[in-house]
């Protein structure tokens, strides 16, 4: 089942912060979150694996509530070039490659 | 290092055609997965390979569409016959062989229009 994301749209001006949410109703293994500018393809940003492990992005931290299901982007002092449609695909097995992605959060940063 | 490279950028053809869509995982993953996005539905797996084999095709529409993978270097994606409906833009993905904890990463898509 498709994780839903909120919010699906965010305004920032530069520097200001931004949270993005994913939850799933079934039990996940890991989150993956991409960013996806207009016209171009899916770039990878950060892993959460189920115990904590976390890859990914310098700039760019993400938390991962197991029991919750829920995982959380965060963007802080944004740029120009964070804008874009930021998605979360999940995995509900370690052995399960699938990932099922949510409908993404366009987010825009403004000047 | 070459990334996840698919051919064609741009297809555009009559309802009824068929299609073929191409793609090279980069060299050394085991696991190849063919997206489509649009947006009413979003980003949908379409089907996944791991070593040439097909593991997951639980995402393809119907019949009309078929992937193979005849070897690591190379996959396509055929839709026979097209449809109006058919229209979005394909992604090609590939990855390691550690499951989900791998990195996908997307080639730079394959953009359909059936008139």
């Known amino acids: 089942q498709q994780p839903v994301q909120s919010p699906q749209a965010v305004i920032l001006r530069e520097g200001e912060d931004a949270v993005i949410n994913c939850s799933s109703s079934k039990a996940l293994y890991s989150v993956h979150w991409y960013r996806q500018k207009h016209g171009e393809a899916p770039v990878f940003l950060m892993i959460l694996l189920k115990g904590g492990e976390q890859k990914g992005h310098e700039k760019i931290s993400a938390s991962f509530n197991e029991k919750k299901q829920q995982s959380s982007l965060y963007l802080t002092a944004s740029q120009l070039s964070y804008s874009g449609t930021y998605f979360c695909g999940t995995a509900s097995g370690g052995s399960n490659y699938k990932l099922t992605f949510g409908k993404g959060t366009l987010l825009t940063v403004n000047p | 290092d070459a990334g996840v490279i698919q051919s064609p950028r741009h297809e555009v053809t009559e309802m009824g055609q068929e299609v073929t869509l191409r793609c090279k995982p980069i060299?050394?993953?085991?696991?190849l997965f063919w997206y489509r996005q649009t947006m009413m539905r979003g980003l949908e797996l379409l089907i996944y390979?791991?070593?040439?084999?097909?593991?997951?095709d639980s995402g393809m529409p119907e019949d009309r569409f078929s992937a193979k993978m005849p070897n690591a270097s190379f996959s396509t994606l055929k839709i026979q016959p097209s449809e109006p409906r058919d229209s979005a833009v394909y992604f090609c993905?590939?990855?390691?062989?550690?499951?989900?904890?791998?990195?996908?990463?997307f080639g730079p898509g394959t953009r359909l229009l059936v008139l």
């Open positions: 390979f791991n070593n040439n084999v097909p593991i997951d």
């Open positions: 993905a590939s990855s390691g062989d550690r499951g989900a904890q791998e990195t996908q990463y």
């Open positions: 060299s050394g993953h085991n696991s």
